[in-house]
Every structure is written in structure tokens, then in C-alpha cells.
């Protein structure tokens, strides 16, 4: 063969190999970009989590757990209220009767628990993710200023100190089952939904949140 033949079959055979490397490339490339748009997804829900809520939820694809939860706490407050609480006691014995009554302010403070079931699973489609949080709940109910107090003593039944701080404990949770009856936890939940879907969607993430059935 002449010197020239091998240039052209040389030439000729480059080109093939080149072709077939960028048929594979271009096959290989949606895989690529779906693994690559999973993975942004998880890093992106995760970065929304630990911004808000300083919490790496644990992160399901499917059935699988790709990467597990890490907290810097157990518990986050979103949101909190003021209520004021009466509470009034009283017990007769023999016909004597003795009383008391007792108001106070309260600030009841409602977040998430992460020490219960939490996490977030990935898909079903790209850029998608679904987050399954627990219920909001009361997480602490704090005294706020002075009692006011009375009290009344019966002829022979006596308020006693004992009385007097069962009466103060029921009171508080007299508190807590007003919280749990009124706003503050679907005001905590709806709070928290707005502020995480929209740091999703900035990342440009269609997040959708969960909660167990009451």
C-alpha cells in the first residue's frame, strides 16, 4: 500500500474511534445527569433543613436510606404565645369547704421533636422530594411574672402547702392542654412548611410536606 493509503486509513480510522466515543458518552449522559440531579436534590433538601431547623434529616431514595440524621439538638422551637391561665380548686370534707383560686401568665413555646421518626424521601420525579415530619407539639410551658392567688379555708378543712402546690402544678397543665386545643400548632406547622418550601424552591426543589394522621 502507498504512504499515502495509510495517512487516509489512519485518518479514517481515528474518526470511527472518536464517533464511538461520543455515541457512548451521549448514552451514558442521561444516567449521568439523573445521578447528578439526585444528588443535588439530597445536598439541596439537606443545606434547607440544617438552615432552618440545624437538622441533616435522615434521607430515603425508595426504600433506601442514603444518608442518615444528624442533629445539634433534640428539640426546635418555631413559635411561641402568650396565654393567661385561671385555675380554680376546691374540696369539702364533712361539709367544710376550702377553695382556691389561682391566675398566671404562661409562654407556651410549640416546635418538632427530632428524636421521632423524620425523614425525607427523594423523587418520584427530578427535583422532587417529600418530607415526612412529626407532629408539631408543646414543647415547653414557662410561668411568666406573678401568680395571683386566694385562697379560702373551710371551718375545719384547711388549705394546706400541699394544696396549694398540686393547685400550681394543675394549673400548668391546664396551660399546656390550651396550647394543644388552640392555634399555636398549626400556626407552628404552617410557619414551618412556608419557610422550608420556599427555601426549597430557591434551590430549585418542589418540596411537599408530610405529617402522621391525628
Known amino acids: 500500500m502507498k504512504r499515502g493509503g495509510w495517512g487516509a486509513a489512519a485518518i ?8 464511538g466515543m461520543g455515541v457512548r458518552a451521549c448514552l451514558d449522559l442521561p444516567s449521568k445527569i439523573a445521578s ?4 443535588g436534590v439530597r445536598e439541596g433538601v439537606a ?5 432552618l431547623l440545624h437538622v441533616r ?3 430515603r431514595e425508595g426504600t433506601k ?3 442518615g440524621q444528624t442533629s445539634a439538638r433534640s428539640e426546635v422551637i418555631v413559635a411561641a404565645k402568650k396565654i ?18 389561682l391566675t398566671q401568665s404562661f409562654e407556651l413555646k410549640a416546635g418538632f421533636d427530632l428524636g421521632k421518626p423524620f425523614w425525607v424521601e427523594v423523587g418520584p420525579k427530578e427535583g422532587e422530594a417529600t418530607a415526612h415530619l412529626p407532629a408539631p407539639e408543646i ?3 414557662t410561668p411568666v411574672g406573678k401568680v395571683s392567688y386566694r385562697d379560702e379555708d373551710g371551718w375545719w378543712n384547711k388549705v394546706t402547702n400541699e394544696d396549694r402546690s398540686s393547685a400550681y402544678q394543675s394549673m400548668a397543665v391546664e396551660a399546656r392542654k390550651q396550647g394543644e386545643k388552640g392555634s399555636l400548632l398549626e400556626e407552628a406547622k404552617e410557619m414551618t412548611g412556608s419557610r422550608l418550601t420556599d427555601l426549597a424552591r430557591a434551590k430549585k ?6 405529617y402522621p394522621k391525628l
Request: proline share 2%; glycine share 6%; no cysteine.
Open 57 to 59: 434529616p435522615e434521607i
Open 205 to 210: 426543589i418542589r418540596l411537599q410536606l408530610d
Open 139 to 141: 414543647l415547653a410551658v
Open 84 to 101: 393567661e391561665v385561671g385555675y380554680d380548686w376546691e374540696h369539702r370534707w364533712l361539709g367544710s369547704r376550702k377553695v382556691i383560686r
Open 65 to 67: 436510606v442514603v444518608w
Open 36 to 39: 447528578r440531579t439526585a444528588t
Open 47 to 51: 443545606e434547607v433543613f440544617v438552615d
Open 12 to 19: 479514517f480510522l481515528g474518526i470511527v474511534i472518536l464517533l
